[in-house]
C-alpha cells in the first residue's frame, strides 16, 4: 500500500497506471496479470467484521511489529523495531480496500489488455503489521517457543489450532466465536466474506501456513534436533488435513500457497506435512514455488532441491516461478543490496522444468515477483526494466526437454510409507538433504520426474539417454523395471541413500550385499576425479550420523561392482560409491549435525567444517562425471565455494546457468558430447574438460563440443549469419586433430559448414569452400572428424 500517496480516486488510479507501464514489457508476453496486495498481515481477514468504515492497521512500517509481545528469537532493538515509513501515514479502512481493489482490476484492464485479478493475503507471522488478534486476544493459535524442545523461534500461527470463545460479532461469526472452533474453518469463513466484499479474486497463504507453524527451521513437530518423533507423525498429518478440509469448505475462492523454506522430503520428516494429501484436497492454483531463501542466507540448494521436489507432482496443471526484487517491509531490496543486479536467481531457476503424466515436459506457467514497490513506497523503474528483460530472455530458451540429469522422486512411494510406518518420515529427511548438499556442490539437477509420471516418460521417449539421479526408495517393482527400460535404451541410473531401501533385485542390480553397520568420522578412500585445491588436507573424512543419514553404512560391493569409494573405521571397511554397468550408487550422509541447545535457547543444525570434513554430497557429482557428466571446480581451498547450476536443453542446444558464489573458482566440464565450447566464451581445455572463469551468472549456451588431445583456448562466437538465407551462424575455434560436435535445431532445412584454414571472417564478396551438409546430421548433431583449426557452422 506504501507507493499510494493517498486513497483518493486521483491518487489511485494514477499509482496503478505507473505500476502497470513499469511491468508492461513482461505482462505483454502474458495471457494475464494478478496484483497481490499484501495490506497487513492478514488480521483485517481476521477481524472483519462488515463495518465498511472500520479502520484497518495497515503494514506501514519499516521494521519488526509486535516487538511488544516478544514474537522473535533475535534481539529486539530500536534500530530494527517497527517506525512508520513517512511521518504521515495516513488511515485507511474497509471502503478504501474496495475502492482500491476496483481500481487496479480497471486500470490494469484498460492499460494492458489482459484479465487482471486481485488477490489478497495471509500471513501467520508477526513481522508485517501489529495483529493484537494474534498475539493479545487469541495467542492460543500461536505455536510457542518451546514447543516439541525446538527452542526459540519465530511464532507464527499453527493452521491446526483452535480458538478460544470470543463474544464478539464477526462476519463469519455474527453471535461469537464458539469455544473449540478449528481455526481453519474461522479463517476460510472470514475469508470468504472478505474477499466477496471487498472484490478479490484469490487469497495467498504466506510463510509456510497451512503446511507448518515452523516454516523457518529443519525442525519441526517431528523432529526436534536430537530425534524423530515418529509416535507423532499420524496425528500431526491428520490434523494438518483437518485445517484444510475445513478451510476449503468454507472458502471457496483459489488459493495459492507460499510453502515452508525446504522440501517435500524435509516437511514430511521435520513436520509430519501430508503434502501429497494437501494437494489432493486443496485447489491450489499452483504448488509453493520456489523460496526466497537464496538472497536471504545464500543457500540456493535447498531453493532448487525444494522447488523441484514440490512440482513433481502439481494439484494442478502448472507451477510458479518467484523472484524477490523489492521488501516492502525491510530494509533489503535483494535485486539491489543481494543480487547487485545479476540475474542469476532468473536464470537458474526458471531453468527447472518437470514431466507431467503424459512424459512431456513442462516449465513454470507463472511468473511471479515480491515485491514491485520497496519498504519506502518506490516505484523504480529500473526494476520492471532490468528484471523484465532477463525474464524474457530465461523464457526464449526455457527447456523444451528432459535435461542431461533427471531427478527421480518418490513423491507416491514417501507419503505411502508415513502412513504405513512413520519411522519412515527420517528417510526422506535425509534424501532431500542429501540431494540438496549435492547441488550446492555443483550437480546440475534442473528436471524432476516423479514416478508417477515415470511410465509416461518411458513410453514416449522422454528419458531416453539421460542420466537418472534416483533415491534407493525407488529401486523396488514396477519403478525398477521402468528404470531397467530406460537403461537397456542408454540411460544411466544413479542411485543414492541406504541400500536396505532397495529390493533384492535393486541392490543386484547395484552390485551390493549388507553386512553391521558402521558410523561416527570415518575414513574416505576414492580415486574419483575430484576438484583442484590448492590447500586440500591430506586426511579426508566423512562424518556419519546414522540418526541424520537413515541409518549406519552397511553396504559391502560385490565382486562383479566397481568400488569407487569406500569408507573405513579400522578394519571395518564399507562400500561408500559404487558402478556396474550402467548403474551406480553413492550411500551418501548428512552434512549437518544434529541441533543441540545452546546456552541461549536457540537449537542450531550446524553444517559440517569442509576443511575438516569431506563433502559428503559432492561425491554423487563424482560419480555423476563416472557416467558423462563431469562439473570439476578449481578452489583455493576446502571452504572456497562452488557454483550452483543446471544444464537444460533448448532448441537441442545445452544451456548452463547458475550461481558462482566465489568467482576465484573456476569451473570445469565434460560432457557426453565431449567437452562444451560455450558461444560467446573461451574456455581452457586440457584433460577432456573444459575450464571457464565466470563471473557470479552462468547463462550460456552450448552446441559446440569437442574431444581431442592437445590442450588449447576453444572459443565460439556468434556470426551474422550470411548468406542472407541463413538464420544463424557459429565460429569455433582452437582444435587440433579434434573430434568436434555440432547440434542444430532438429528442425534445421539446411545446413552449410566452411572448415579448418577457410574458416576466417566471412566478408561480402569473399570467396569461401563451403559445403551443404545437411544430408550428414544426423539428429540433430553434425559429427565432424580430425577438425584442425577453425569451422563455421551456419543454418536456416
Known amino acids: 500500500m506504501k507507493p499510494f500517496p493517498s486513497w483518493t480516486d486521483d491518487d489511485l488510479e494514477a499509482t496503478a497506471a505507473t505500476m502497470f507501464d ?24 481476521l477481524q472483519w467484521d462488515l463495518d465498511l468504515d472500520r479502520e484497518v492497521t495497515w503494514a506501514s512500517s519499516v521494521g519488526f511489529s509486535n516487538t511488544e509481545y516478544d514474537p522473535y528469537p533475535h534481539a529486539v532493538t530500536p534500530d530494527n523495531t517497527a517506525q512508520p515509513f513517512r511521518a504521515d501515514v495516513p488511515t485507511l479502512t474497509y471502503r478504501d480496500i474496495r475502492r482500491l481493489v476496483a481500481a487496479i482490476r480497471r486500470v490494469g484492464e484498460r492499460s494492458l489488455g489482459v484479465p487482471v485479478t486481485v488477490g489478497a493475503t495471509f500471513d501467520p507471522g508477526p513481522e508485517f503489521a501489529t495483529s493484537r488478534f494474534k498475539y493479545e486476544e487469541h495467542p492460543e493459535i500461536v505455536a510457542g517457543d518451546d514447543e516439541q524442545r525446538l527452542g526459540k523461534l519465530i511464532r507464527m500461527i499453527r493452521a491446526n489450532s483452535v480458538l478460544h470463545a470470543d463474544e464478539r460479532a464477526f462476519a463469519g461469526y455474527p453471535d461469537g466465536i464458539p469455544d473449540g472452533t478449528p481455526f481453519g474453518e474461522f479463517l476460510g469463513r472470514q475469508a470468504a466474506s472478505y474477499l466477496a466484499e471487498m472484490g478479490f479474486d484469490y487469497l495467498w497463504l504466506s510463510n509456510g501456513f497451512g503446511f507448518s507453524a515452523y516454516s523457518w527451521t529443519p525442525l519441526g513437530e517431528t523432529y526436534n534436533g536430537d530425534e524423530f518423533l515418529a509416535d507423532r507423525v499420524a496425528g500431526v498429518s491428520a490434523t494438518l488435513l483437518e485445517f484444510w478440509r475445513g478451510f476449503l469448505r468454507e472458502c471457496p475462492f483459489p488459493i495459492e500457497v507460499r510453502g515452508t523454506n525446504f522440501s517435500t522430503g524435509i516437511d514430511l520428516g521435520g513436520d509430519a506435512v501430508p503434502t501429497r494429501e494437501i494437494y489432493a484436497a486443496g485447489a491450489f492454483r499452483n504448488p509453493p514455488p520456489n523460496s526466497p531463501w537464496g538472497p536471504l542466507n545464500e ?111 518418490p513423491f507416491d512411494e514417501y507419503a505411502d510409507d ?24 555443483g550437480t546440475p539437477v534442473n528436471t524432476v520426474a516423479s514416478t508417477r509420471s515415470l511410465s509416461a516418460a518411458v513410453a514416449v521417449g522422454s528419458l531416453d539417454g539421460r542420466v537418472l539421479v534416483v533415491p534407493t526408495r525407488a529401486l523396488r517393482g514396477t519403478v525398477l523395471e521402468l528404470l531397467e527400460t530406460l537403461t537397456a ?144 571446480f578449481t578452489r583455493r581451498d576446502p571452504s572456497s565455494r562452488v557454483a550452483v547450476q543446471s544444464l537444460h536443453r533448448n532448441g537441442n542446444a545445452i544451456w548452463l546457468n547458475g550461481y558462482l558464489a566465489d568467482t576465484t573458482t573456476r569451473a570445469r566440464y565434460r560432457l557426453p558430447l565431449g567437452a562444451p565450447v560455450f558461444t560467446g566464451l573461451e574456455g581452457w581445455y586440457a584433460d577432456g574438460h573444459t575450464e571457464y572463469s565466470f563471473g557470479k551468472t552462468l547463462h550460456a549456451e552450448a552446441r559446440v563440443f569437442v574431444q581431442q588431445h592437445d590442450a588449447a583456448t576453444l572459443t565460439c562466437r556468434e556470426l551474422s549469419p550470411y548468406p542472407y538465407s541463413m538464420t544463424r551462424t557459429l565460429k569455433a575455434t582452437g582444435f587440433t586433430d579434434a573430434r568436434v560436435t555440432v547440434t542444430v535445431p532438429r528442425d534445421a532445412a539446411r545446413i552449410i559448414l566452411v572448415r579448418d584454414d577457410q574458416a576466417a571472417l566471412n566478408l561480402i564478396g569473399d570467396v569461401v569452400a563451403s559445403r551443404d551438409v545437411t544430408a550428414e546430421v544426423v539428429d540433430g548433431r553434425l559429427a565432424l572428424e580430425h577438425v584442425t583449426g577453425s569451422i563455421i557452422v551456419s543454418w536456416s
Not at 418 to 436: G, I, K, M, N, Q
Not at 495 to 511: F, I, Q, S, T, W
Not at 514 to 530: F, K, M, Q, R, S
Open 299 to 409: 543457500d540456493f540448494g535447498i531453493e532448487m532441491s525444494g522447488y523441484l521436489s514440490r512440482i513433481a507432482e502439481v494439484p494442478s496443471d502448472g507451477f510458479l516461478f518467484r523472484f524477490y526484487v523489492n521488501d516492502p517491509w525491510f530494509w533489503q531490496n535483494p535485486w539491489w543490496d543481494f543480487y547487485n543486479r545479476e540475474p542469476f536467481d532468473i536464470y537458474l531457476p526458471m531453468s527447472v522444468s518437470r514431466l507431467d503424466d503424459r512424459g512431456a515436459v513442462r516449465t513454470a506457467s507463472d511468473v511471479q515477483f515480491l515485491s514491485i514497490d520497496t519498504e519506502r513506497g518506490g516505484l523504480d523503474p529500473r526494476a520492471g526494466r532490468e528484471v523484465s528483460g532477463h525474464v524474457l530472455r530465461a523464457l526464449e530458451s526455457a527447456p523444451d526437454e528432459a535435461g542431461p540429469v533427471v531427478w527421480v522422486y
Open 489 to 632: 535404451r542408454g540411460a544411466s541410473v544413479l542411485a543414492y541413500g541406504p541400500a536396505d531401501r532397495a529390493d533384492d533385485r535393486g541392490r543386484r542390480l547395484l552390485g551390493l550385499t549388507l553386512a553391521a553397520g558402521i558410523e561416527g568420522d570415518l575414513e574416505l578412500e576414492t580415486a574419483l576425479d575430484a576438484d583442484t585445491i590448492a590447500s586440500a588436507r591430506v586426511r579426508r573424512v566423512v562424518r556419519h550420523s546414522s540418526t541424520l543419514s537413515g541409518g549406519a553404512i552397511r553396504e559391502i560391493a560385490a565382486p562383479d561392482a566397481t568400488v569407487l569409494a569406500s569408507v573405513r573405521s579400522g578394519s571395518e571397511v564399507r562400500a561408500y560409491a559404487t558402478r556396474q554397468g550402467p548403474w551406480a550408487w553413492v550411500r551418501g550422509s548428512s552434512t549437518f549435525d544434529r541441533a543441540p541447545m545452546d546456552d541461549h535457547g536457540f537449537r542450531h543444525s550446524r553444517p559440517l567444517d569442509p576443511r575438516e570434513f569431506e563433502e559428503a554430497g559432492a561425491v554423487l557429482g563424482r560419480v555423476l562425471g563416472e557416467l558423462g557428466v563431469s562439473c570439476r
Open 22 to 45: 513499469q511491468w508492461r514489457d513482461l505482462v505483454g508476453a502474458a495471457e494475464s496479470a494478478a496484483v497481490l496486495l499484501w495490506i497487513a498481515d492478514g488480521s483485517e481477514i
Open 418 to 441: 508415513a502412513v504405513a510406518d512413520p519411522e519412515s518420515v527420517r528417510h526422506p529427511y535425509f534424501e532431500d538433504w542429501y540431494l540438496t548438499a549435492a547441488i550446492n556442490a
